[in-house]
């Protein structure tokens, strides 16, 4: 008959087992596997108690049979180490050298790239922690509710180049109005001295509820060569159906503090870049897991999808404070953020978010398995802040914009999506009751 997963323990004379607690299920019956150890056995087996206490012996003892105590309840909590794809980002700083003209300082292809122009961005290990808990149901034997959720430690990649002058530092763009690359000053000698920040910053969460439902298993007993003796084997397939979200939140922050050194144009400017994308997941998921067990070993396999709607959220902002002659203005715009992109902008995708896991165990006690996994979620059609910088601009949008203004409105603001995805390993611990 099947039983709810649980511990194996000692196995019971039929008589005692029928008169034990209600909720002690008879687990397969009589074995009729063989598995005998003929001789000394030189090696040991690590077991709950004395005698191998949680080992089957009904390949050895007449009238005995193994038997499981139900699991009504369990907690599963994880160490999270995973790795996700990096972000793409344009060449956001770039520098020429000493002796470059004015009118190339910094343009595109002949200067170097410091920062940007790669996908490597928030690459590397990041910790986090999952924790699934869940009881199965007295009266609906087979059937249990499960719920998760994870988290992500937020993930900051940084850029700072302080110069006053030397090296030349500079923001490289495409100038619509020339219809040639160009670049915004950062540092030049004899002009300017200034700096420039970049930072990105992720965050990666979820959550789910789901019903779990026992489709199938078997048990039985098969000789273990390390334990010198039979022990207790099974395997069961379930199905999961519910609820799943996920969350995704991201910024790119480009800062510049600019300092004229120029006496006859005196002033100085902080200037910011602000891009902010969320990305937000509901659906249902459907999922199969298999288990199995062999002696206090065990591995477990899952595959899940998750079917449902993405919320994507794209804000972008921006602000210029100059000083001239002792007067300070503000403006509502920066570089890569002006009038013609400015604003906060959502769509809704249809989305499939499938995670494979695969995780082996050791039962250290009777309550305790500890764990070791492997975890891979991929979520494509997602919206990034590197994506979501456009790089054709019309100078003549530069605080303080022309008048009258002329050329074309530039940059704009389009959806760009790309895929997201994130892998790695868990080590925690599991307790039932």
Known sequence: MA??????IEAQPIEEALMSDGHLMHDGGMSSCDGNCGGHCDGGCSSFGSGHDGYCDTCNTPRRFCIC????GWVHAEYLLWFPNGMNLPPLVTTSPQGTGRAAAGVLP???VLYGADDNALEGSRSGG?????TWFDRFPGVGLEGEYFGLAQATDSFFQNSNGNP?????????????????LVAFPNILSGSVAVDVTSEFNGAAARLRRSLCCSNGCAYSPICCTTVPTSSRIDSTVGYRYYELKESLDIRERLQS???????????????DTRN???GGEIGILWQGRRGLWSLDGLMRVGIGNNHQTVSIRGNTVMVENGNTTNFNNGIFTQRTNIGTYDRNRFTMIPELGLTLGYQFTRRVRLT???SLIYWGNVVRPGDQVDLDLNPNLFPPEAVPFTGALRPQFQFVSSDYWVQGLSFGAEMRW
């Open 3 to 8: 039983v709810d997963e649980g511990e194996m």
């Open 168 to 184: 030349i530092l500079a923001r490289p763009f495409f100038n619509t109005q020339t219809g040639q690359e160009d670049a915004e």
């Open 372 to 374: 070791t996994g492997y």
């Open 110 to 112: 002949a200067a170097g």
């Open 261 to 275: 050194t120029d006496t006859a144009n005196p002033g100085s400017f902080n200037i910011l870049d602000h891009f």
């Open 280 to 282: 937000q997941f509901n």
């Open 130 to 134: 999952r924790i699934r808990f869940g």
């Open 69 to 72: 105590l139900p699991s009504h």
